[in-house]
């Protein structure tokens, strides 16, 4: 396959194009594919009944349906156990394994994508920063300005010294952080935290509470004086579409001269976010171009898709743009980069690589379960995609967890000033930050239930 450069970050590799006719994918309102004639129910919801459903929902539309196991859903006692031994392994060198494929109740989803909602505590840890080394210290890295972490007063930078009684030591060794996600409304969450040398123990009880898509928004003045335009994105949801336009028209009303967007914790969601998103940068740059193509496994080549760039009321036309990333952000995040760069838009990636996810998910739902199965890949405008391995930044520089996000303080925004006035990545320095670390292979961390990875085409 060739490799086709990225300018400052890991080439994507370019994918032999398809001849095909390019249909609308049919996606129900937000749960699933009921709708979808060809994705009949199961017959009924006993585990057998269920088990076949899914081995021929798989068997036609996974996108990895040629290399997966085919095992006898006899041997398996229930249908989650099933679904898990028909991902793909990764017997091909051209794909790695499924890590990505998923199941989740209905409710969530729906939730999720429909009303911009959770369930939780709003409480999220710097636990990939630390994997495998239990000695470090365990930051608090976002909370949820409206969840009930936030009521409490937990904030960035509070150091985690216990979680429901477990020494932070022992939930980085045995990399299990699954005590921050709640499966019901009132289960509670003891967390010992400690604050400017000061010690206390708050108990979080879980709630349904709306996201906060985009956390924040900003026009700063560098040191040459430039202006620039800040946004932090964390949910591509429907729910983003309004703060987003109120940040461009502010970003156009002020004439910014560079944009900042930070996607450092954006796990992704639905396609058209991301391409809206990244059509504010682009304006009339992107006019006629796509700014991805999804493609289909050979069995469903009628469901290829392209999302072409749009012309917001507020977009900027920008050559360069600045993206704070690391190894939360993933699929429709990653997706914006690779879009941006597919129609020749300098991006400069600023942080650490990203989670490597160009394939998404068309989910289908069945006995109160949907299934966000990878079903197709992404491509940009110049056919480039596959990047397992994630981007690399242009400019690697490590977070500190014990400043507030988007501060001057904030050494990836620093650096994205820095780079704006020099074009030089600056020399990072300060004893808090987190040291840069590469990603272990193997299973991630367990993740909260809003830092799902996602990829979905509407």
């Not at 909370?143 to 009521?151: I, K, M, R, Y």
């Not at 430039?226 to 729910?239: N, P, S, W």
């Not at 199965?373 to 056919?383: G, K, L, Q, T």
């Amino acid at each position: 396959m060739a490799l086709v450069s990225h300018g400052g970050g890991r080439s994507g590799r370019r994918i032999p194009r398809l001849v095909v006719a390019l249909a609308t994918v049919l996606l129900a309102a937000c749960g699933g594919s009921d709708d979808d004639d060809d994705v009949a129910p199961p017959a009924s919801c006993s585990v057998a009944d269920h088990q076949q459903w899914l081995g021929s929902y798989m068997n036609d539309w996974y996108f990895w349906y040629r290399l997966s196991p085919r095992p006898d859903p006899s041997l398996y006692a229930d249908v989650d156990s099933y679904f898990q031994a028909l991902l793909y392994t990764g017997s091909d060198p051209a794909f790695p394994a499924d890590r990505f494929s998923r199941s989740e109740p209905t409710e969530s989803f729906n939730r999720f994508y429909g009303e911009g909602r959770t369930l939780g505590y709003g409480v999220s840890v710097a636990g990939l920063e630390v994997e495998g080394q239990p000695t470090r210290p365990l930051y608090v890295r976002h909370v949820e300005p409206l969840s009930p972490a936030a009521a409490l007063g937990i904030q960035r930078g509070d150091e985690v010294l216990a979680i429901n009684g477990r020494s932070a030591y022992d939930v980085i060794a045995s990399n299990d952080f699954s005590d921050l996600s709640a499966d019901a409304v009132g289960e509670l969450l003891t967390l010992e935290l400690r604050r400017n040398g000061a010690v206390r123990t708050l108990t979080v009880g879980a709630a349904v509470y709306a996201l906060t898509p985009v956390s924040g928004t900003a026009v700063l003045t560098t040191a040459a004086g430039r202006r620039l335009g800040y946004v932090a994105v964390k949910d591509m949801i429907d729910q983003a579409l309004l703060p987003m336009a109120s940040a461009f028209a502010r970003f156009r009303a002020e004439a910014v001269d560079d944009v900042v967007l930070d996607l450092r914790y954006n796990g992704g969601g639905l396609v058209s976010i991301g391409g809206t998103l990244a059509s504010y940068v682009a304006g009339a740059r992107g006019s006629g171009r796509n700014y991805a193509t999804l493609l289909y496994n050979d069995k469903q080549t009628d469901s290829n898709q392209s999302f072409g760039f749009s012309m917001p009321a507020s977009a900027l036309g920008l050559p360069r743009v600045y993206v704070l990333m690391g190894r939360r952000t993933c699929s429709a995040s990653e997706q914006v980069v690779n879009g941006l760069r597919g129609v020749g838009i300098d991006v400069v990636a600023i942080g650490e690589t990203s989670c490597g996810k160009p394939v998404g998910s068309l989910p289908v739902s069945a006995c109160d379960s949907t299934y966000s199965v990878i079903n197709f890949e992404s491509v940009n405008d110049r056919n480039e995609g596959r990047y397992f391995d994630g981007f690399d930044a242009t400019c690697a520089i490590a977070e500190d967890f014990t400043v507030a996000q988007g501060t001057a303080a904030d050494p990836l925004l620093a650096a994205a000033s820095s780079f704006a006035d020099t074009g030089q990545c600056p020399v990072q320095a300060g004893s808090r930050q987190m040291p840069l670390s590469r990603r272990a292979p193997g299973p991630r961390p367990s993740r909260n239930i809003d830092e799902r990875s996602g990829m979905l085409p509407r």
